[in-house]
Each structure stands twice: as structure tokens, then as C-alpha cells.
């Protein structure tokens, strides 16, 4: 079996070490024998239709987001058409912002986002920086939030999780956030794929199960490093008391 994967604009969407969820993907796929191949989709580049099976996007300042906005327009109907199909994605940060209806910066004009969120985001003076726990329909997630933008969603329930320490989508209504079919959209860097294995392996189950139309059952891996990093990231998290809900 094999998957393909398409990373979106990494040579602009590339801090905060998000890279190391493509690495926890091509690493829990090779130890199944699944081949993942990699594409990167760089700026004027056309994702061509039933040309990937998974779909990532990274976080990126303002003035790369604002570079970003220029081209994943483009992209939106095959996206979109995507995400009904069930392709699972994973957005992370600025693509969050972008795969939400727009996001308002201090300064520049609103960058138009591709409206599979719906969502907003809004620039705000105070940074968001800190170990984060959620809870989810996968279970708990643990990450490392660092942003000042303030994410709304029109319809709360499709958050992605609640907030149990940490700020989340905008630090007052306990969202994280967003989920819509089986695109997921989050502030959690980390990276987030290999310290919360269920959600890799979902991505994965689910890419496969609709590519080759049948119940996928992966191997399951020797996991006892990356939970013990999941679980010591929560005790840390929730005995230091930051933003408990």
C-alpha cells in the first residue's frame, strides 16, 4: 500500500518544527511497509484533483501567511472538494488561520482564507505561549501553543477539543480548534504527531480506507517513548496550574 502526502508551501510555512509531523507520518507509515510518497507544493504551484491522499500545512509568520494568501486561494475548489470527499488534512497554526474564512492582521488588509473553518481570526496584543492539553473525540491532545491570534468559530461544536490547561483558540471560551469531517485545524505545535500517536494513526487509517475502499486495521507499533513523552507533557502541564479550566 501506499499514501501520498502533499505539504503545503513548507518553504513558507516551516517554523515551530512542524516539519516533525510529516517525519512521524513517513516514520509510522515505514515501520507498516506502507510507502509514503512526499510532495511539496510550492507558491504559483496547482494541486492537481485526486493527485494526494493526505494533505499538511504548517505555521508561518504574518508576512509569510500573507505571501501564502496570494496562492492557496487558488487551490480552495480542489481543497473543498477534498474535504467532502473525507481526504484527511492537518492544519497547523497560520494554515489554520488560512483554511478558516480570514484572518485580520495588525497591519496589511484582511488575507482571505479558503472558508473549509468556519472560522475567523483576529490579531490580538497578547501572545499565547505555553504547554497545552485538550480534550477530544481521539482523546487527550498535548501540544505547545505559541500565538496572538484570536480564532473564533461560527459554530462552537465543531471545535477540535476543550481546552483543560492552556489558552487554546482564543483564551476565553475554552475552544481549540476546529474539526470539520476530517480536516483538523489546531494551534498545537510540538510537534503534535509524535507525541499523540491516535491522531497520526487516524490520518493514516483514515487516507488509506478511502483510497483502497476497505477496513484498514494498521499493526499496532511499539509506542511506549512517544507516550511517555504524551504523558509527561500532561503532568507538567496540569500541575503547573497554567490556564486550568
Known sequence: MELTLVHLYPDLLNIYGDQGNVAALNYRCAQRGIKLKLKNLGAGEVLVAGSFDLIFGGGGQDSQQASVSRYLPGQSAVLKQAARRGVPML???????????????????????????????????????????????????????????????????????????????????QTEGCRVNNVFGCYLHGSLLPKNPPLADYLITTALELKYRRQINLRPLDDRLEWQAHQTAVKICLKSGWRNW
Open 91 to 173: 492544519t497547523i497554526c497560520g494554515s489554520y488561520q488560512l483554511f478558516g474564512r480570514y484572518f485580520k492582521p495588525f497591519t496589511g488588509p484582511i488575507l482571505k482564507g479558503i472558508g473549509i473553518f468556519p472560522a475567523y481570526t483576529v490579531a490580538s496584543k497578547t501572545r499565547k505561549i505555553g504547554n497545552i492539553v485538550i480534550t477530544t473525540s481521539l482523546g487527550k491532545l498535548v501540544g505547545f501553543e505559541n500565538h496572538s491570534g484570536n480564532t473564533f468559530l461560527d459554530q462552537p461544536g465543531l471545535a477540535l477539543g476543550r481546552v483543560m490547561a492552556g489558552n487554546g483558540n482564543n483564551g476565553t471560551d
